[in-house]
């Protein structure tokens, strides 16, 4: 790998032995992928936001660099919170979230605490190269905005944001965004998520490329998240819609490498076949954005939910979205907002056994979970 002058000054310690460390790094996680340099990148995500009782040598690496005074070169924001307040157990496995949030605010660290940091926090424009690590991020950065940036892993993501650089290859290269399969629709009801989470099934690390279909921004998030989930995808294009695909040719180097049809069937068989039997019903993985929050929660406007509900938002929108109209109404109607990521406030679920989503990415991680479009989950409140 060829290293510019002040990246071997780095490397060699002359700007200290936290930087030094983190050079080190970048250049070995280059060389693996045989890059060929490092360049700039626009802002750092990271992904290491829970504060698990078990993650010593994190700790141990943030207190080195808070310790040297060191900072974040770059606009750098972080993944949600774990949710300690879902119960005893969490209070206990995230134990450390105070120590970890101290840490983070040391070295610069933007407080967002949330995964869509995309809506305000940290938005990239067209063409900004990125160390983002959380893969629905990644994903929406890259497909939605036109950004650049690979599926970064937990402390190669602080690496970058402490020296400002990262390798350069796999999704920051041109030829590694166009190669991808050609995706039909054969269906009348497209639900985004549940499409997301059969494509990153199908695809696994390929570029989908998905024929015209007018997904919103709430959608192309929500369908993002299933994919890059259910599958290795870091990039999706939407045939005159998303940024690098104004039409087929320019998102093609050729013939599709292959084609493949969802059915309205393929989509359908996801779902709960009884959502009504939820015992909680969970929206907002990744986080929902304000205009979400608005737009499900008009639909329990002057309804009473039967089980517990959760809308988990991004935290900047969280007050805003409680003081509106429908904000206060959804909450009378029973349904909990909270701005914490419910994946980690429900990996121990004592009484909480049947959970129902409308998000791919949910469905996909927190195991025994039951899929249901946003109509189903509304059976599952009760509400409908
Ligand atoms: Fe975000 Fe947590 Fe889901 S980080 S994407 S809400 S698993």
């Keep these: 790998m060829k290293l510019e002058p002040e990246q071997e000054s780095i490397l060699r310690g002359e700007q200290g032995q936290a930087m030094g460390m983190a050079m080190r790094t970048l250049v070995d996680y280059g060389r693996a992928f045989k890059a060929s340099r490092l360049v700039p990148v626009q802002s750092a995500h990271l992904a290491g936001s829970f504060g698990m009782f078990n993650l010593r040598a994190y700790y141990k690496v943030l207190a080195r660099i808070a310790a040297s005074g060191l900072k974040v070169k770059v606009k750098t924001t972080c993944n949600p919170r774990p949710g300690r307040e879902a119960g005893l157990a969490n209070q206990f496995i995230f134990r450390e979230q105070p120590r970890l949030e101290a840490y983070l605010d040391t070295i610069g660290v933007t407080g967002n605490y949330s995964c869509v940091p995309y809506d305000s926090a940290n938005v990239p424009g067209p063409g ?42 796999g999704y920051l290269l041109d030829q590694n965004r166009r190669r991808g399969i050609l995706v039909k629709l054969k269906a009348e009801r497209v639900d985004a998520a549940a499409l997301g989470f059969l494509l990153g099934q199908k695809a696994v690390n390929q570029v989908p490329v998905i024929e015209h279909h007018p997904f919103s921004r709430i959608e192309l998030k929500n369908m993002g998240g299933a994919m890059a989930a259910s599958g290795a995808v870091a990039l999706f294009h939407v045939e005159g819609l998303t940024a690098e695909a104004p039409d087929l040719k320019s998102v093609f180097d050729g013939a599709p490498a292959r084609t493949i049809t969802i059915t309205q069937q393929d989509l359908d068989s996801l779902r709960a076949r009884r959502p009504e039997r939820a015992s909680i019903v969970v929206f907002g993985c990744p986080h929902m954005t304000f205009d979400e929050a608005n737009e499900i929660g008009t639909l329990y406007v002057g309804k009473k939910t039967k089980v517990p509900t959760w809308f988990c938002l991004i935290p900047e929108v969280c007050e805003r979205f409680r003081g509106t109209e429908v904000g206060r109404q959804v909450q009378a109607a029973g349904v909990e907002i909270h701005d914490f990521c419910p994946l980690a406030a429900l990996t121990v679920r004592i009484g909480r056994r049947r959970v129902l989503t409308a998000s791919g990415k949910l469905f996909y991680y927190l195991s025994g979970t039951d899929y249901g479009t946003v109509e189903d989950c509304l059976k599952g409140s009760g509400v409908l």
Excluded: K
Aim: proline letters at 2%.
């Design 128 to 169: 900004d190269r990125l160390a983002w690590a959380e893969s629905s991020a990644v994903q929406f950065a890259n497909s939605v905005l036109g950004a650049r940036t690979n599926r970064n892993s937990l402390l190669i993501d602080l690496c970058s944001a402490l020296t400002g650089v990262t390798p350069e290859f």
